[in-house]
């Protein structure tokens, strides 16, 4: 009985031995954890379709002249409309420092650049959101007194909207500008 313990130990042991010199070992097997991130993730939701290419060289009216001065805007200027973006500027009717500006973006993924964290946004401190049952992200910048938020119309379609200094908190009057145009483009 005790060989048959000997034999087997001596089996076991065998099969123990460090391989020889030359030959290369596989690397121990790790598990990849991905660093947590802030603010949103990395990757934007699913859009459903909310077309928009309509007002491509309209960005006013997404959110009409008689909407924005019921809340106290007139319109500055006529809108920038660029290649990438078109703008409608807009300012408190007693005060320059109030403004309120529209930006769409017809034919980019806006959205996806935030979450891919690719566009010149604080995509680090913004809030997933969802307006009028579109993805959209927001964040509230200088104490409180500004607020961008970005919501998805389509996978290329996205329109901004952009309030600065106004009397409501955080991003209410920016929320309430962006359901509007949902509802408005449904």
């Given at each position: ?9 001596l ?23 991905p ?31 008689e ?36 930006l ?7 959205l ?75």
């Amino acid at each position: 009985m005790t060989r048959r313990v000997v034999a087997c130990l001596l089996i076991l042991a065998a099969g123990c031995t460090a391989s020889p010199p030359n030959e290369e070992q596989d690397p121990p097997p790790t598990t990849h954890v991905p660093a947590p991130w802030r603010g949103i993730p990395p990757t934007r939701p699913q859009i459903p379709p909310l077309d928009a290419s309509r007002y491509g060289d309209k960005p006013c009216d997404l959110f009409t002249d008689e909407q924005a001065k019921a809340l106290g805007y007139v319109r500055e200027r006529d809108p920038l409309v660029e290649t990438d973006v078109q703008r409608c500027i807009r300012r408190a009717e007693y005060t320059t420092d109030t403004t309120l500006t529209i930006l769409f973006y017809p034919d980019a993924d806006h959205l996806g650049r935030i979450y891919r964290r690719e566009a010149e946004w604080p995509a680090n401190d913004a809030t997933a959101r969802d307006i009028g049952g579109q993805p959209a992200v927001s964040v509230v910048l200088d104490r409180q007194s500004t607020c961008w938020l970005v919501v998805g119309l389509t996978d290329t379609q996205s329109v901004e909207v952009r309030t600065t200094n106004t009397k409501s908190a955080g991003c209410d009057q920016a929320t309430g500008i962006a359901e509007a145009i949902v509802a408005r483009l449904r």
